[in-house]
C-alpha cells in the first residue's frame, strides 16, 4: 500500500507496529484472494477483473462517509457511518457485478478474462474522468474512528485496523467456506467441473455463475471498504491491473479451490515483498522485489503447479494424516 | 390425447438439422412407466442427437415433445432435468475432482428447501435438508454398488463404477425418464451382465422407465422390452427384440444390402 507507511526507513528495527501493518495487508489481499477464489477457483470462472470491484468498494466507502459529512473522530455516529459504509460498498460492488456478471457470464475461459479485465479498466478510467471521486488524484477518506496523528495514536490506530481486518477476513472465509459446503455450493462446483452436464442434471447453471461472481464482487468491495479507511485517501492508481493480477497469484499460489492456501499464499507474497522492502536484506535485494512475482509464478510452475495447497483445506490435514506417524 | 393415459414420455415427429445435415428425421416415441426401451441404430444414426433434444440439450428444428402430457418445447435443459429426465452420456461426463456423494448429491441443489443465506448460519432446518439428501445419495450409492467409495473422488474411481455412478447421478433427480447413453461400453462380459441386473433392478424398484442407446446387440435383446431403430436420422424399425432382430431393414442397415440377402 504505497502512500500508507514510509517506505524508507533509515534503520530499520522490527517492531510491532511494522508487524501490524504488514499483517493488515496480509488480511486485506487474503479477503481479496478469498472473493476471488470463489468465483475462478470454485466456481471456474477466470477474472481478471476483480481489482475493478474492489475499487468499486473503497469509492463507493468513500463516497458514502464525503456525503455523511464529518462526524467527530470516535463518536457513536462516526461508527455508524464507519459500519454503513460497509454495507454500502458491499452493495455497490455486488450491484457492479451483477451488471458486469449478467452479460459477461455467457462467455468462457479465456473470453471472459478479456472482458472482466476491460471492466477492471473502465472502472479506473471512469474514476479518472469523474471529479466528484476525486478524478486522477486522491479522494480522501475522512478518519472516523481514531486519528492516526501522533505515534500514540498510529499505534491505537493500527491495532484497531488489524482486529478489524482480521475480523473482515474471518467473515469472508466462514461465508464462502460454509457456502460451499452445501447444496448451493456443490452446485457452484459443479459448474467448474462439467457445465454441460450440470445444467443437463438440472442445476440452473447461469443462476449459479451469477450468484458466485455477485457475492465474489461484494466481498471484493469489503476488502475496498477496509483498505478506503485504513489508507485514508485512495486514488486510481490504487486499484490498476497490477493489483488484479497480484489477487490472481495469490489466488493460483494457494491453489485455485483453496481457502487456506489463499491465507497463506497471502502470508508469504506480502511477508516476502515487505521483508524486502525494508532493506535490512541490503538494497540490492530491495530491488529485487520488482522480481519478487515473476520468479515466485516460475517457481510455482516448476514445483507445484496446483498451487500450495491444491484443491484441499488445512483441515484436511488433521483429518486425515493420523496413520502417517514421523519417521525418525 | 385419445382416451388412454398420456405416456410419460412422447416424441411426436422430432427432427433435427444442423445446417443442410439432417440427424434427426421424423423420430416418434413412447415411453411407459416401468419399460426398458433401446434406441439402436448404426454409428452417427442420429441416436444421441435424440437424447440431446429429448433432454433440452439442442432445440429441435420441428416436432414436440411432452412429459407426463406436458409440452416441454423450448425448455431449458434444467427444467426439464427437474421435470424428471436423467440422463448419462457417451464419454463420461462426471464432475472428476468432487466425491462420489457430491456428484449424486448434486442434482438434488433444487430440493435443497434453503436459500443461500441459510448455507451461512447452518441452522437446524439446513442440517436437517442436508442429512437428508446425504441420506439420499448414499442410498442410491448403495444401490449400484458404490456406498463403499462414497468419499473417493470420482477420478479415482474405476471405468466401470465411473459409469455407475453416472446413473446414481441420474437417479439423483428422481427421474421419471432415465436414459442412458451407452452404459456398456468399454465393459467386459460380467460387467454387462452386472449392468443388465441393475438397470432391471432400477425398474423394478423406481417409477421410471428407461430409454436406452447401445450398440452390443446380446445386450439390447437381452434387456429390452422394446426396440427402435434409426439409420441416417430416420426411424427404420421399431418393435420386440425378435421383431427388430429380424426385420431386413435392420439387417440391411447394419450389414448391407448383401448380408440382408443372405439372411433371408
Redesign the interface.
Known amino acids: 500500500m504505497p502512500g500508507s507507511v514510509p517506505l524508507l526507513l533509515a534503520d530499520f528495527t522490527f517492531s510491532w507496529l511494522w508487524l501490524a501493518e504488514v499483517l493488515i495487508t496480509v488480511a486485506l489481499y487474503a479477503t481479496l484472494a478469498a472473493s476471488l477464489n470463489l468465483v475462478t477457483g470454485y466456481a471456474g470462472m477466470f477474472s481478471l477483473g476483480h481489482h475493478g470491484f474492489y475499487a468499486v468498494g473503497a469509492y463507493a466507502a468513500g463516497w458514502f462517509v464525503s456525503v455523511c459529512g464529518h462526524p467527530e473522530v470516535g463518536s457513536a455516529v462516526a461508527v455508524g457511518v464507519f459500519l454503513g459504509s460497509a454495507v454500502f460498498a458491499s452493495l455497490a460492488a455486488a450491484v457492479a457485478g451483477l451488471l458486469v456478471g449478467v452479460p459477461c457470464l455467457r462467455l468462457r475461459g479465456d473470453y471472459l478474462a478479456i472482458a472482466t479485465l476491460a471492466f477492471g479498466e473502465i472502472v479506473r478510467i471512469v474514476i479518472q474522468n469523474t471529479p466528484a471521486l476525486g478524478g486522477s488524484l486522491e479522494l480522501s477518506v475522512p478518519r472516523l474512528l481514531v486519528d492516526p496523528r501522533g505515534l500514540a495514536e498510529v499505534s491505537t490506530f493500527r491495532d484497531l485496523f488489524l482486529a478489524i481486518g482480521v475480523a473482515m477476513l474471518l467473515v469472508t472465509l466462514?461465508?464462502i467456506r460454509?457456502?460451499i459446503?452445501?447444496?448451493?455450493?456443490?452446485?457452484i462446483?459443479?459448474v467448474r467441473?462439467?457445465e454441460?452436464?450440470?445444467?443437463?442434471?438440472?442445476?440452473?447453471?447461469t443462476a449459479y455463475k451469477i450468484?458466485a461472481f455477485t457475492?465474489g464482487a461484494a466481498f471484493a468491495g469489503l476488502g475496498g471498504w477496509f483498505y478506503a479507511h485504513y489508507s485514508g485517501s485512495i486514488a486510481p492508481a490504487n486499484f490498476d491491473l497490477l493489483v488484479g493480477i497480484k489477487i490472481l497469484l495469490i489466488v493460483v499460489l494457494g491453489g485455485l479451490?483453496s481457502l487456506s492456501g489463499s491465507v497463506v499464499a497471502a502470508i508469504v507474497l506480502i511477508g516476502i515483498e515487505r521483508l524486502l522492502q525494508t532493506g535490512v536484506f541490503g538494497e540490492t535485494l530491495k530491488e529485487w522485489m520488482q522480481v519478487e512475482y515473476a520468479l515466485v509464478l516460475i517457481l510455482l510452475m516448476l514445483l507445484r503447479p496446483n498451487g500450495i495447497f491444491g484443491?484441499r483445506e488445512l483441515s484436511d490435514l488433521w483429518g486425515r494424516r493420523s496413520p502417517r506417524k514421523a519417521a525418525p | 390425447m385419445t382416451g388412454t393415459a398420456a405416456p410419460l414420455l412422447e416424441a411426436l415427429e422430432l427432427c433435427k438439422d444442423f445446417g443442410g445435415l439432417k440427424a434427426v428425421d421424423g423420430v416418434c416415441l413412447t415411453l411407459a412407466t416401468h419399460e426398458i426401451v433401446a434406441l439402436i441404430g448404426p454409428n452417427g444414426a442420429g441416436k444421441t442427437t435424440c437424447f440431446n433434444c429429448l433432454?433440452?440439450?439442442d432445440r429441435p428444428t420441428s416436432g414436440e415433445i411432452r412429459i407426463g402430457g406436458q409440452s416441454v418445447g423450448g425448455w431449458?435443459?434444467?427444467k426439464v432435468?427437474?421435470a424428471g429426465v436423467?440422463?448419462t452420456?457417451q464419454n463420461i461426463?462426471?464432475?472428476?475432482?468432487?466425491t462420489a456423494l457430491?456428484n449424486v448429491?448434486?442434482?438434488?441443489?433444487?430440493q435443497?428447501g434453503?436459500g443461500?443465506v441459510a448455507?451461512?448460519f447452518?441452522g437446524p432446518k439446513?442440517r436437517a435438508?442436508?442429512a437428508r439428501?446425504a441420506a439420499q445419495a448414499r442410498e442410491l450409492l448403495d444401490l449400484v454398488g458404490l456406498g463403499g467409495v462414497a468419499d473417493a473422488k470420482a477420478r479415482e474411481l474405476p471405468y466401470g463404477a465411473q459409469r455407475k455412478l453416472e446413473i446414481a447421478?441420474?437417479l439423483?433427480?428422481s427421474p421419471r425418464v432415465l436414459l442412458l447413453d451407452e452404459p456398456a461400453a468399454g465393459m467386459n462380459p460380467a460387467e454387462k451382465a452386472d449392468l443388465a441386473n441393475l438397470v432391471r433392478r432400477i425398474r423394478d424398484t423406481r417409477d421410471v422407465a428407461v430409454l436406452l442407446i447401445e450398440h452390443d446387440m446380446k445386450f439390447v435383446m437381452g434387456l429390452s422390452d422394446r426396440i427402435y431403430v434409426l439409420d441416417h436420422g430416420v426411424p427404420i424399425a421399431k418393435g420386440t427384440p425378435d421383431q427388430v432382430r429380424r426385420d431386413p431393414r435392420v439387417i440391411e442397415a447394419y450389414l448391407g444390402v448383401d448380408a440382408s440377402h443372405g439372411a433371408s
Request: aromatic letters at 8%; one cysteine or more; hydrophobic letters at 45%.
Open positions: 466462514v461465508v460454509n457456502l459446503r452445501s447444496a448451493h455450493g456443490r452446485a462446483v459443479s467441473e462439467d454441460i452436464a450440470s445444467e443437463l442434471l438440472g442445476v440452473r447453471t450468484r457475492l479451490g484443491s | 433432454t433440452g440439450a431449458p435443459a434444467w432435468a427437474q436423467g440422463r452420456f461426463r462426471l464432475f472428476k475432482e468432487m457430491d448429491r448434486t442434482p438434488c441443489a433444487f435443497a434453503y443461500i448455507t451461512i447452518r439446513f435438508a442436508e439428501l447421478r441420474a439423483a433427480l
